[in-house]
Structures are given as structure tokens and as C-alpha cells.
């Protein structure tokens, strides 16, 4: 599918939407992503903003807000915030 086609339609996945419309904090704060997801998509989000950011384009937040994000979520994974189970029955974190 070309960029688009790909560029008017929904994410295929809640991650990818999640990633592709959400600032970095509203990643960290998303009740419904584990923390490892929290912090996957965080870690892509932050690998495709440096390439953005090298090509020149802005972005609407800094990779500082992403680091701060990231550290966020794993604070909250070292208070046991994220060691409930999901829904799914799978172990968070």
C-alpha cells in the first residue's frame, strides 16, 4: 500500500494507532497499554522522530518529552504500578 493510500486510513493495530496519533505523555499515561508497550512504542516513536528531526520537519514535541516519557513508565514499572495482569491473563511488564 503507498504512503497515500496508507496516509487516510486507520491504524492497523491499536499500538500503531496509538503511536501514530498520541504525544509521547498521553503514551505514558494510556490505560489500556501495558507498561512494555508503553515503552515499545515509546522507543519507536523516538527511532522515527530522530529521523524526522534530521530531514528537518517538525515535530509538535521534542525527544525530550519522549526520554521524559520513557522514564516515566519505567518509574512506574519500579513502583509495581505495572505488575497487575492484563486482560488477557498475560504478566505486565
Not at 4 to 32: F, N, V, W, Y
Not at 70 to 87: C, D, I, K, R, T
Request: net charge negative; no cysteine.
Amino acid at each position: 500500500m503507498d504512503h497515500k493510500a496508507r496516509s487516510g486510513s486507520l491504524a492497523d493495530t491499536p499500538d500503531q494507532q496509538a503511536e501514530q496519533s498520541l504525544m509521547p505523555m498521553q503514551i505514558a499515561h494510556h490505560a489500556l497499554l501495558t507498561p512494555r508497550e508503553k515503552l515499545d512504542l515509546l522507543h519507536a516513536l523516538k527511532g522515527q522522530s530522530q529521523g524526522v528531526l534530521e530531514d528537518g520537519a517538525e515535530l509538535g514535541f521534542s525527544i525530550d518529552e519522549i526520554d521524559a516519557a520513557m522514564a516515566e513508565v519505567q518509574n512506574e514499572m519500579a513502583q509495581g504500578a505495572g505488575s497487575f495482569e492484563n486482560l488477557e491473563g498475560k504478566q505486565n511488564g
